[in-house]
């Protein structure tokens, strides 16, 4: 073996020592507060104006689970020791861009998710609120900025399920 692969070898072996004693981990590997082994996720609460969206949270933050920790979903209520549930509490959109008085080009919109999960006696055992940002551009036509702004609603969605599943595992 030669000098310089040994010394590679060391130093790599060094690196990982100094992620494990540091306790570094990867986002979202903790453990379930109060040791819950299996939780059921409720269908979102939706507060906002926005119809339908309350699904495509719901299905997200399942998804989210399923690729992180698929054995703790529960299918029923009735055989999870927690419920996890979210309610879409806020969507706002603000013009970001503009070319005149009256005419935007680009967006942001705004949502806001409250979770909270519950123990059987409904006892709070950790509770949370995401808020993530995105910004869409404004259609020629009302039909191409709806969509637009439900391709932007559906990344948001993805990106609150993965900060909601990493802040319920951070073991802080």
């Not at 379930?32 to 969206?53: K, L």
């Not at 806001?112 to 123990?119: I, K, M, N, S, T």
């Not at 059987?120 to 993530?132: D, G, H, P, S, T």
């Amino acid at each position: 073996m030669t000098k310089h692969i040994r010394v590679i070898r060391i130093l790599f072996c060094l690196f990982g020592f100094v992620f494990i004693a540091c306790g570094y981990k990867f986002a979202g590997s903790g453990t379930f507060p109060g040791a819950v082994q299996s939780i059921y996720i409720t269908i979102f609460e939706n507060r906002t104006r926005e119809t339908g969206i309350e699904k495509i949270f719901t299905d997200d933050l399942i998804d989210e689970f399923i690729r992180k920790s698929e054995d703790v979903l529960a299918g029923r209520r009735g055989n999870a020791e927690a419920i996890l549930s979210g309610v879409i509490s806020g969507m706002g959109i603000e013009t970001v861009f503009h070319t005149g008085t009256d005419t935007s080009d680009e967006r942001e919109v705004t949502i806001g998710v409250a979770f909270e999960l519950r123990d059987r006696q409904k006892k709070i055992l950790w509770a949370n609120v995401v808020l993530e940002s995105k910004t869409y551009l404004v259609g020629l036509t009302k039909p191409e900025t709806e969509k637009n702004l439900r391709d932007a609603i559906i990344v948001l969605s993805e990106r609150i399920a993965e900060k909601a599943f990493n802040r319920l595992t951070s073991d802080f």
